[in-house]
DNA sequence: TAGATTGTTAATCGATTAACAATC
DNA sequence: TAGATTGTTAATCGATTAACAATC
């Protein structure tokens, strides 16, 4: 789909052979790379939570499962960010990598859904923790409108279009039964939301300019019985 | 960086040609597969719940966002289970797929946490359409010990080695505050289980015979933002 | 048949790994 | 210094892709 133009535009034919790894010549990370960044990123802003000053590429491995000489390529491709002997400064590794995604900003958020788990994500850090922030929510029940839901209130569907415009939100979260899903994914992107945070199990149909993820616990748990069970 | 050489090699080897792409020798799947093969399965999981029969690599596609001829690929390494012109029959890849993934029994697994998110797990169909049944409860907290969640009554986290034991457990999902996950994930160690599935933020230490995988939406959502963006 | 889609080949690209000099 | 860890090279392996004959 989208994703898989991507990567074959990532590294564009013919480019200068010298070009090391990555340079500023290219604009666009490859899949890969934004990927294992964005969780490294993950580890670091935890383990600075932690109290954590200083991190090597082994203990980042530990936590991340990639492979320890894989992130010192990654990270070297863009400056040389570590000290030798110590390893690499948790706080100004965690703004260069920001810097690299380039989300260094805040990004606004509407959650469909005040359920238990549209609960348990609006109060959660799991996105405040990386600049995300649950500015609406959503909810078809008429009777859930007006709670409160983590830091904000629940409104009615029919004021998503003005506040996804108002608030300037891009990603939308669908934490609701699989059977509404498609439906309130077509409002989202009628309301012009560009990523669909998919908690259904609903396979949802969105026009190509529109990125959907499905979250899939059940798969990721089936990877890794099967490791456990060989 | 233009490997000349390669192509040489591709069948200069001394290797029986014959041996296709993975014939039964490899009694292991690498990692690269395992985990699609575990994509695809959720996909044509809800295909099936849809009422839809067959499939094509193509439509395979575009909701698990790996490449179709890979897909294609990776199945008829094991089989040649699709019809051309035709598709592959839903129903028995996902009976295929399972048998690869040695994961067609039912798994029982252990939750910690009877909060928003925990609720939400345990009446959700994402594990139980694959095969994992939540056979048990924990929360720390008294106030909620015989509640009902799910399919299952709230127990105390003194119960669990005997539970773990009984229910022949091995799976531990962890829906806890993350100051508390550290702790819970001990217990869950001592008592036998040997993947635990982390909802909080923590940086779990657990023994080397234990597989932790944390979930990170915030880290797909900045990668799908990246993309976004650039 | 005619259209669609698999199964497979061949080529290229990116990931993985071991090893080690540089250096903190 | 001595120990640790980065940055980097070189080699191999697996993933990705286009293309197309086979065949339903």
Redesign the pocket.
Known sequence: MSF?DV??K??G?GLPPND?GLGPLSDRL????AA?LSRYLQVLTQARKMGKET????ELSEYTH?????I??D??GFG?????????NVDSLVSQIRKILRTSGQHNIALFGAGHLGRAIAGSDIFADHGFRVVAVFDQDPAKIGDQVGPAKVLHVDDLKLVVDEEDIVVGVLAVPTAAAQELADKLVDAGVKIIFNYSEALLQVPPEVTVHTSSPAVDLLYALYFYLT
Not at 55 to 58: A, G, K, L, P, T
């Open positions: 898989g990567a074959t990532a590294d034919g090391g490859s899949l890969g790379v294992r991190i090597s590429s082994q990639v492979n320890s000489t894989q010192r390529r990270l070297s040389k960010f570590g000290k030798r002997g110590v390893g690499y």
